[in-house]
């Protein structure tokens, strides 16, 4: 399996919703990540997630909580969002979190986040 | 905030012909990758660089890296429609030497017409 698989694909939600995204892989990769992706923009680091804990936060606000609750899964919590965070939410995952082990990304299809 | 910034921002050419895209970036890296985007879906990761390489080939892809110029160019030969996507350059940003968290450039939109 060389996939990264996020569910849902579309999500709608209201502003005073609680909801999350969930992503999964199985090619045992111990470095996972989201990216958040306006339109026409370059996707924007938010989490990593290195062996199963948090090793990056990119200032991200505390309505967005992401937990990883073993080495496959990745969730976004999501509570409270704002129209403005209606955007492409990427999971990707590399085989360790490492410059130096030159390894490329696999990225999941995203989920596309509407906030109403 | 971007690491890299690709030129052109937009590219437009007819089937069989080869684009160039280029990327620029300010901050050492170990290795500099591009990766493909269709339709605002997923990304694909295409070729990975490494720093003390200087062309790269997959392919029709060919992936050149000057390190002294922080630059780095893309080529697609005999390009297809179904090339047609944005494609982006990513390269490493250091977290006080825990590095390998990729960083994209803003993208170069390629449309190869039939």
């Known amino acids: 399996d060389t996939e990264v698989t996020q569910t849902p694909k579309h999500l709608v939600m209201g502003m005073t919703n609680k909801k999350s995204l969930k992503c999964e892989q199985h090619?045992?990769?111990?470095?996972m990540y989201w990216y958040k992706q306006k339109a026409k923009k370059p996707p924007e680091l938010m989490f990593v997630y290195s062996y199963e804990k948090l090793s990056i936060n990119e200032s991200v606000p505390s309505r967005f909580s992401p937990e990883c609750p073993n080495s496959s899964l990745l969730n976004l919590h999501l509570h409270a969002l704002q129209p403005e965070d209606s955007a492409l939410y990427l999971c990707?995952?590399?085989?360790?979190?490492?410059?130096?082990?030159?390894?490329?990304?696999?990225f999941g299809s995203g989920t596309r986040l509407t906030v109403v | 905030s971007q690491q890299g910034e690709e030129d052109p921002q937009a590219l437009s050419i007819q089937e069989g012909e080869n684009a160039t895209m280029n990327c620029s970036y300010k901050?050492?890296?170990?290795?500099l990758q591009w990766y493909r985007q269709n339709s605002g879906r997923g990304l694909v990761h295409l070729i990975l660089?490494?720093?003390?390489?200087r062309e790269k080939h997959s392919g029709r892809l060919r992936v050149t890296l000057d390190t002294s110029k922080k630059s780095s160019s893309l080529l697609i030969t005999a390009s297809r429609a179904a090339d047609t996507a944005s494609y982006f350059c990513a390269t490493d940003k250091n977290y006080g030497g825990s590095q390998g968290n990729l960083i994209f450039g803003k993208g170069t939109k390629l449309s190869v017409k039939p």
């Open positions: 901050t050492s890296i170990n290795n």
């Open positions: 090619m045992g990769h111990r470095a």
């Open positions: 990707a995952s590399s085989h360790r979190q490492s410059a130096i082990a030159n390894y490329g990304y696999t």
């Open positions: 660089i490494r720093s003390n390489e």
